[in-house]
């Protein structure tokens, strides 16, 4: 036996022997004589808990300033993250994933071998085909193939990462938005924002370091829990601003009462808050603390970032935004605003992609149209004013959605529908990144020629987190919080760094 | 394990306790040998202690010895063959303790015996924990550690054979190809094995990449059986796998340097990194100096920190540290004065959008470690540059939105590692960036203003299918 292999048998001798001590009476006895002594003496000598070593991570949260920033763990070339969501999934097959093949399938049934085993949100019994609904063009120096739905965004082809084999395995909406954002399909895991500023913390103290924007008449299906701080202390969870009125509900001081009396009150309740912290030592209270005078602060600094009144003319013409008005492109313009202050995590959530076919809204030769109309300018100009502005090289932005959208016409019931529309397809779908050291203009991932599923570059919800944390200094294996009892991963036992995309 | 079994715990005294028996048994032994000279004679007393002694130790060791195997894992045959010379060794040795004080007759030869009997017995055990190819096997029991690649200084000076593929080979291949094996027969250490080939004849055709073995193997998916490396062992990497591809396509020299040799835009990027080592991408960052700086002065940090200023060090391992003043209202000179104790670890800083004038610039001119610097949207004007020119590390740059203009930007001439020019909105004229092109011609430089055109569809709407 080499060293090598006797290495190997003991391992797998010690793990029958391990299997044994929690089977056998006689291990159990053995292990009695010292086990009871050894307890007994534990508890004289006055032991504690056996945790010896505590992750580094531990030492992120500080609670008197838990926004403070920290270092990553390696040096990250992005700073800060854009994170621009289609809630509805839009369809792949009309934006990015180029199928000719498609298009001569068009009106055909769809092959019993595509549907064995499958399931599908509405589509039932066997629906037919449905071709690509737009133009394809190749585009830019790297001559990547974009529709005509997207004028504007193919003249930056040369700035963003395509990623063609996306894929998840949620079919509904608001599992498949937490898988994305949470690393779990089920409610309760920090949000990547939260993540992120968990580990970074921000870089303006006067603003909330994790800021979430919606646009699109909804909050995204899965409701706010994809913006929550899960587990992670309280404070990391995502800041909704509204894009009309007061940014923040309440932000303003009631009518009577001056900015002064204000911060008596605000003096006098952490007086009492810091009374409360000597008698019981609960750190969650100089959190309060903290909160308190950062709420009071960004009574004035949130309502001046938000307003993009004072931004010149052709700024809104480059984004085609309308001051006063809850529109996506106000939203990408005060994502850029908030990157530039120093917020770490802006998420964007556009509503109303989600093309069944049901109506002339959810067509994919209508309303998609007319979605990608509203968001193609202001995404297309967010990545221009950021390139001007130096910023871009530092913020990451990713554009994509929870899922795509089947290659076959949606048949609900079994019945043909009044547009055309396509199911839910988590099978195969496209999102892109770019800025924050993502390398331009290339492309990671393949589908078949019918865009129904991939044939390499696979690509799942952790592989595209990985890509972010690690795009940012840190180690998606090792970049962990303690909770329950174990240490939690956004990823949790996934993820791979798509080295592909990086420049 | 908090709760260890007390039968286990005396067991895993059995490796220090048999040291003590074959220590003090061979003493016995040499004592007893060098008592017939006359010149050793007065040790002659100490052999009687010293046997009972080792006998003791021989019994202690037997017994905790049986306990471990009990619990331990061991290699079976091996482990009774130790056991029962172990025993074997305890018996003799109390036999001797008992002969020698009976003053027995053939004593030399239970003597001879004992250390036959110890040095067998040390022997297996030994065997047993360390593996019986540990006497004799050659220094690399473990996996050789993987060979990694060397910088290469200037890669296009660098012979493609000796500095680029040898290394790679050596690394990947040479652990069944070279001269300690020879799978497949074949070698893959000198050019003329390399010509050679293998068991099924060569292994390339010089510009024939399709027709040549070596690559088509390395390209197999991972569980094919001819796929090489075997899956088990480290593979190449896409980048390897380039060079080799680049390689024999160019005709497989074994003498050629990479500048004679023709490189599409792949490869180029490919070298790039062999010279400046950037795939290894947790430390890709090149804003950040390869040496590493002392520990900053913590008062300074703090001092900073009170003012407002974010600033931290640029990863949890790294002592250099970067800045931004963005929460800070308004910045004053004695704001900027605090970076000064700094100035050996700061490398980014963020002084944009502030009231910043150029008198903060003479104190910024000091903080010669700067790799990236934020000056948009300031107070400075073209004087600034007669202090930023000092920054001879600087790689980035942002003066947008400052009355600043190609005169002013032309100071810089002489920072070398400058990559990235920022100058949106700034008094930079057309004529200006043309100049401005000439003197950095290496130089990224961003004159921003883009426009997304309006287009018709922009702001109408479909409302039929098309």
């Given at each position: 036996?080499?060293q090598?292999e006797?290495?190997?048998?003991?391992?797998?001798h010690e793990?029958q022997?391990?299997y044994?001590?929690?089977?056998?009476?006689r291990?159990?006895?053995?292990q009695?004589?010292m086990g009871?002594g050894?307890l007994a003496?534990g508890?004289m000598?006055?032991?504690?808990t056996?945790?010896?070593?505590?992750?580094a991570?531990d030492?992120?949260?500080d609670?008197?300033?838990?926004?403070?920033?920290?270092?990553?763990?390696?040096?990250?070339k992005a700073?800060?993250v854009?994170?621009?969501?289609m809630?509805g999934a839009?369809?792949?097959l009309?934006?990015f994933?180029?199928?000719?093949e498609?298009?001569k399938l068009?009106?055909?049934d769809?092959?019993?071998?595509?549907l064995?085993?499958?399931?599908?949100a509405?589509?039932?019994g066997v629906?037919?085909?449905?071709g690509?609904?737009a133009?394809?063009?190749q585009?830019?120096?790297?001559?990547?193939?974009l529709?005509?739905?997207?004028?504007?965004?193919?003249?930056?082809?040369d700035?963003i990462?395509?990623l063609?084999?996306?894929?998840?395995?949620q079919?509904?909406?608001?599992p498949?938005?937490?898988?994305m954002?949470?690393g779990?399909?089920?409610q309760?895991?920090p949000s990547?924002?939260?993540?992120?500023t968990y580990?970074?913390g921000t870089?303006?103290?006067?603003?909330p370091?994790?800021?979430?924007?919606?646009?699109?008449?909804?909050?995204?299906?899965?409701?706010?829990?994809?913006?929550g701080?899960?587990?992670?202390?309280?404070?990391y969870?995502?800041?909704?601003?509204?894009?009309?009125?007061?940014?923040?509900?309440?932000?303003k001081?009631?009518d009577?009462?001056s900015?002064d009396?204000?911060?008596?009150?605000?003096?006098?309740?952490?007086k009492?808050n810091?009374?409360q912290?000597?008698?019981?030592?609960?750190?969650?209270?100089?959190?309060?603390i903290a909160?308190?005078?950062?709420?009071?602060?960004?009574?004035?600094?949130?309502?001046?970032v938000?307003?993009?009144?004072?931004?010149?003319?052709y700024?809104?013409?480059?984004?085609g935004?309308?001051?006063?008005?809850?529109?996506?492109?106000n939203n990408v313009?005060?994502a850029?605003?908030?990157?530039?202050?120093?917020?770490?995590?802006v998420?964007?959530?556009d509503?109303?992609?989600d093309?069944?076919?049901?109506?002339p809204?959810?067509a994919?030769?209508v309303g998609l149209?007319?979605?990608?109309?509203?968001v193609?300018?202001?995404i297309?100009a967010?990545?221009l004013?950021l390139?001007?502005?130096?910023?871009?090289?530092e913020?990451?932005?990713?554009?994509?959605s929870?899922?795509?959208?089947?290659?076959?016409?949606?048949?609900?019931?079994?019945?043909t529908?009044?547009?055309?529309?396509?199911d839910?397809h988590?099978a195969?779908?496209?999102?892109?990144m770019?800025?924050g050291?993502?390398?331009?203009?290339?492309?990671y991932?393949?589908?078949?020629?019918?865009g129904?599923?991939?044939?390499?570059?696979?690509?799942?919800a952790?592989?595209?987190?990985a890509?972010?944390l690690?795009?940012?200094?840190?180690?998606h294996?090792?970049?962990?919080?303690?909770?329950q009892?174990?240490p939690?991963r956004?990823t949790?036992?996934g993820?791979?760094v798509i080295h592909?995309?990086l420049s | 394990?908090?709760?260890?079994s007390?039968?286990?715990f005396i067991?895993?005294?059995?490796?220090?306790?048999?040291?003590l028996p074959?220590?003090?048994?061979?003493?016995?032994?040499?004592f007893?040998?060098?008592s017939?000279?006359e010149?050793?004679?007065?040790?002659?007393?100490?052999?009687?202690i010293?046997l009972?002694?080792?006998?003791?130790?021989a019994?202690?060791?037997s017994?905790s010895?049986?306990?471990?195997?009990e619990?331990?894992?061991y290699?079976?045959?091996l482990?009774?063959?130790?056991?029962?010379?172990?025993?074997?060794?305890?018996?003799?040795?109390?036999?001797?303790?008992v002969l020698?004080?009976k003053?027995?007759?053939q004593?030399?030869?239970?003597?001879?015996l004992?250390?036959?009997?110890i040095?067998?017995t040390?022997h297996?055990?030994?065997s047993?924990?360390?593996?019986?190819?540990?006497?004799f096997?050659?220094g690399?029991?473990?996996e050789?550690?993987?060979i990694?690649?060397?910088l290469?200084?200037?890669?296009q000076?660098?012979?493609?054979?000796t500095?680029?593929?040898?290394?790679?080979l050596?690394?990947?291949?040479?652990?069944?190809?070279?001269?300690?094996k020879q799978?497949?027969?074949?070698?893959?250490d000198?050019p003329?094995?390399i010509?050679?080939g293998?068991?099924?004849?060569k292994?390339?055709?010089?510009?024939?990449t399709?027709?040549?073995?070596?690559?088509?193997?390395?390209v197999?998916?991972h569980?094919?059986?001819?796929?090489?490396?075997p899956?088990?062992?480290?593979?190449?990497?896409?980048?390897?796998?380039?060079?080799?591809?680049w390689?024999i396509?160019t005709g497989?020299?074994?003498t050629e340097?990479?500048?004679a040799?023709?490189?599409?835009a792949?490869?180029?990027?490919?070298l790039?990194?062999?010279?400046s080592g950037?795939?290894?991408?947790?430390?890709?960052?090149?804003?950040i100096?390869e040496a590493?700086?002392?520990?900053?002065d913590?008062?300074?940090?703090k001092?900073?920190r009170?003012r407002g200023?974010?600033?931290?060090s640029v990863?949890?391992?790294s002592?250099?540290l970067?800045a931004?003043?963005?929460?800070?209202?308004?910045i004053?000179?004695?704001?900027?004065e605090?970076?000064i104790?700094?100035s050996?670890?700061l490398?980014?800083?963020?002084?944009g959008?502030?009231?910043c004038?150029?008198a903060a610039?003479?104190?910024?001119g000091?903080?010669?470690?700067l790799?990236?610097l934020?000056?948009e949207?300031t107070?400075?004007t073209d004087?600034a540059?007669k202090?930023?020119k000092?920054?001879?590390?600087?790689?980035?740059?942002n003066?947008a939105?400052?009355t600043?203009?190609?005169a002013?930007l032309?100071?810089l001439?002489?920072?070398?590692p400058?990559?990235?020019?920022y100058?949106?909105k700034?008094g930079?004229?057309a004529?200006?960036f043309?100049?401005?092109?000439?003197?950095f011609p290496?130089?990224?430089?961003d004159?921003?203003g883009?426009?997304?055109?309006?287009?018709?569809s922009?702001?109408t709407?479909?409302t039929s299918?098309?």
């Amino acid at each position: 036996m080499t060293q090598q292999e006797l290495h190997n048998w003991r391992l797998q001798h010690e793990t029958q022997n391990k299997y044994l001590h929690y089977h056998t009476r006689r291990h159990f006895i053995k292990q009695s004589a010292m086990g009871l002594g050894a307890l007994a003496l534990g508890s004289m000598l006055g032991c504690g808990t056996n945790k010896t070593t505590t992750p580094a991570t531990d030492n992120f949260f500080d609670p008197v300033n838990p926004l403070a920033p920290r270092p990553p763990m390696f040096p990250g070339k992005a700073k800060s993250v854009i994170y621009i969501h289609m809630a509805g999934a839009p369809s792949q097959l009309e934006l990015f994933s180029y199928k000719p093949e498609l298009a001569k399938l068009d009106g055909q049934d769809c092959p019993p071998s595509l549907l064995e085993g499958k399931k599908f949100a509405f589509i039932r019994g066997v629906p037919k085909m449905l071709g690509p609904q737009a133009a394809f063009r190749q585009h830019g120096q790297s001559g990547l193939w974009l529709s005509d739905n997207l004028p504007h965004l193919s003249t930056v082809v040369d700035d963003i990462a395509l990623l063609q084999a996306v894929t998840t395995d949620q079919f509904n909406h608001a599992p498949a938005q937490l898988l994305m954002h949470s690393g779990s399909a089920r409610q309760g895991r920090p949000s990547l924002g939260s993540w992120v500023t968990y580990g970074l913390g921000t870089e303006n103290k006067n603003l909330p370091g994790f800021v979430v924007l919606t646009s699109g008449g909804n909050n995204p299906d899965t409701g706010k829990s994809v913006w929550g701080s899960g587990f992670l202390p309280s404070v990391y969870q995502g800041v909704q601003c509204r894009g009309e009125g007061d940014p923040v509900l309440f932000i303003k001081d009631p009518d009577g009462m001056s900015r002064d009396i204000r911060k008596a009150s605000i003096d006098a309740i952490n007086k009492i808050n810091e009374e409360q912290y000597k008698e019981y030592n609960d750190p969650e209270i100089l959190s309060r603390i903290a909160q308190y005078e950062m709420a009071y602060k960004m009574q004035i600094s949130v309502p001046e970032v938000m307003n993009i009144n004072d931004e010149p003319a052709y700024i809104h013409e480059m984004y085609g935004t309308q001051p006063g008005e809850a529109r996506f492109a106000n939203n990408v313009l005060l994502a850029r605003k908030l990157v530039e202050r120093g917020v770490r995590f802006v998420q964007l959530f556009d509503w109303g992609w989600d093309a069944h076919g049901d109506s002339p809204e959810n067509a994919v030769d209508v309303g998609l149209i007319n979605k990608c109309r509203a968001v193609d300018k202001p995404i297309t100009a967010l990545l221009l004013d950021l390139k001007q502005r130096g910023l871009l090289d530092e913020t990451l932005v990713i554009w994509g959605s929870e899922f795509g959208r089947t290659p076959m016409m949606e048949n609900r019931e079994g019945k043909t529908m009044p547009f055309k529309g396509r199911d839910h397809h988590g099978a195969a779908f496209s999102m892109w990144m770019a800025g924050g050291g993502i390398k331009g203009g290339t492309t990671y991932g393949e589908t078949d020629e019918i865009g129904y599923n991939i044939t390499n570059g696979k690509t799942e919800a952790f592989d595209i987190q990985a890509t972010i944390l690690h795009q940012l200094g840190f180690d998606h294996e090792k970049f962990t919080y303690e909770s329950q009892g174990r240490p939690f991963r956004l990823t949790d036992v996934g993820g791979k760094v798509i080295h592909d995309i990086l420049s | 394990m908090i709760v260890l079994s007390i039968v286990d715990f005396i067991g895993r005294f059995h490796p220090v306790l048999v040291h003590l028996p074959i220590g003090i048994l061979l003493v016995a032994v040499l004592f007893y040998f060098l008592s017939g000279q006359e010149k050793y004679k007065s040790v002659a007393p100490a052999i009687s202690i010293a046997l009972f002694i080792g006998m003791c130790s021989a019994i202690a060791s037997s017994i905790s010895g049986f306990l471990l195997s009990e619990t331990a894992a061991y290699e079976e045959p091996l482990l009774s063959r130790h056991q029962w010379f172990g025993i074997a060794t305890t018996v003799v040795a109390v036999a001797a303790w008992v002969l020698y004080s009976k003053q027995f007759r053939q004593f030399k030869g239970v003597m001879l015996l004992l250390s036959l009997l110890i040095i067998v017995t040390g022997h297996f055990g030994g065997s047993l924990t360390h593996g019986d190819d540990y006497l004799f096997a050659s220094g690399d029991i473990n996996e050789k550690p993987a060979i990694p690649q060397k910088l290469i200084p200037d890669v296009q000076q660098a012979v493609v054979y000796t500095d680029i593929i040898k290394p790679l080979l050596q690394a990947k291949c040479y652990s069944c190809h070279g001269t300690a094996k020879q799978k497949g027969k074949l070698r893959l250490d000198e050019p003329d094995y390399i010509l050679r080939g293998g068991k099924n004849g060569k292994i390339f055709i010089a510009g024939n990449t399709g027709e040549s073995e070596l690559l088509q193997r390395i390209v197999l998916p991972h569980d094919n059986k001819e796929h090489m490396p075997p899956k088990e062992k480290p593979q190449l990497t896409k980048n390897e796998i380039a060079l080799l591809h680049w390689w024999i396509n160019t005709g497989a020299s074994f003498t050629e340097k990479v500048t004679a040799l023709p490189q599409p835009a792949n490869i180029k990027s490919v070298l790039a990194a062999l010279q400046s080592g950037k795939k290894n991408e947790e430390v890709a960052m090149s804003y950040i100096p390869e040496a590493e700086a002392e520990k900053a002065d913590e008062t300074a940090i703090k001092k900073l920190r009170e003012r407002g200023v974010a600033i931290t060090s640029v990863a949890q391992s790294s002592n250099y540290l970067a800045a931004s003043f963005i929460a800070v209202d308004s910045i004053t000179i004695k704001d900027v004065e605090l970076l000064i104790p700094l100035s050996r670890q700061l490398i980014w800083l963020k002084l944009g959008n502030s009231n910043c004038t150029d008198a903060a610039m003479d104190l910024v001119g000091k903080l010669t470690g700067l790799t990236r610097l934020s000056l948009e949207n300031t107070a400075i004007t073209d004087s600034a540059f007669k202090q930023l020119k000092k920054l001879s590390r600087l790689q980035y740059l942002n003066v947008a939105g400052n009355t600043i203009s190609a005169a002013g930007l032309e100071q810089l001439k002489d920072i070398k590692p400058l990559k990235n020019l920022y100058v949106y909105k700034t008094g930079v004229s057309a004529d200006g960036f043309a100049s401005l092109k000439k003197i950095f011609p290496q130089v990224l430089i961003d004159t921003g203003g883009y426009k997304v055109p309006v287009l018709s569809s922009d702001t109408t709407l479909v409302t039929s299918p098309k």
